[in-house]
């Protein structure tokens, strides 16, 4: 299985060559969600991880917790390699639109907004429900759901993350790859939203050029996500979202 999750750094490495994101996650309900969600992206290897919500209190939690992260009230210029956006379901209005950037990765109430992203490469991550509310049925079984998975990543041109047990990737090429490590330990709240930020922080970190190897990508932090969460389960049960994050470290270094 492989085990490069995170990309080697060279010698002459610093903070910004190694990859910049931006997160937009969390609201008034899901403040939590911008925890998780900048707590994935920190773990995937980007060398700088900005925050952006125009709320004070959101941005004094994620500051706290993690005082390496730049909080930012606006995206205004702000230039980065990969946006993660959507986590938590932050208000996002019609006028909404990000500078360009070469990655994009799209969760909850932002996916609906994957066609009119202006970037080289979106990736959405839905569950079966959100893959409903975006207009796309879900067929039953690993087969149908490989099946769905790639008529959405067509219809939408991106990279569709299909969760739930045996999630699957899918590009709009017709590269359909299936998880085989993530179980029912994963189900459970904020899982969702630490992966969104770790395949976002690992897309901006290995760039990858095409979406062959963007699948390659997403799929090494999907089983990275994975095998943090059966560490976690391991040494601890029930587990949370928080434990995964407390594994993530242990589990890259494999």
């Not at 609201?27 to 290897?45: D, F, I, K, T």
């Not at 990000?98 to 009119?116: N, Q, T």
């Amino acid at each position: 299985m492989e085990k490069n999750f995170i990309k080697k750094l060279s010698k002459s490495s610093h903070k910004y060559s190694h990859g910049t994101v931006a997160v937009v996650a969390g609201s008034s309900e899901y403040s939590g969600a911008a925890l998780l969600c900048v707590g994935g992206a920190r773990r995937g290897g980007s060398g700088y991880i900005n925050f952006v919500s125009p709320d004070q209190f959101i941005r004094d939690l994620v500051v706290r917790a993690y005082p390496d992260v730049v909080a930012r009230t606006s995206i205004k210029g702000l230039e980065v390699d990969a946006w993660v956006i959507g986590s938590g379901s932050p208000k996002l209005g019609r006028r909404f639109a990000i500078p360009f950037s070469k990655y994009v990765v799209l969760d909850s109430v932002a996916m609906k907004y994957a066609e009119r992203i202006h970037a080289e490469f979106v990736v959405i991550t839905p569950h079966e429900g959100e893959a409903r509310d975006l207009g796309f049925e879900i067929s039953a079984g690993d087969e149908g759901r490989q099946k769905s998975a790639l008529a959405m990543a067509v219809a939408l041109n991106c990279v569709v993350v299909l969760k739930g047990y045996h999630t699957i990737v899918a590009s709009p090429e017709g590269l359909v790859v299936k998880d085989e490590l993530g179980g029912p330990e994963l189900a459970t709240a904020g899982t969702g939203d630490i992966l969104a930020g770790l395949i976002g922080s690992m897309l901006a970190s290995w760039k990858p050029t095409n979406f062959n190897d963007l699948v390659v990508v997403v799929f090494k932090a999907i089983s990275a996500h994975a095998l943090a969460a059966r560490a976690a389960a391991t040494d601890l049960k029930p587990i949370t979202s928080s434990d995964i994050l407390q594994y993530l470290p242990i589990t890259l270094k494999q």
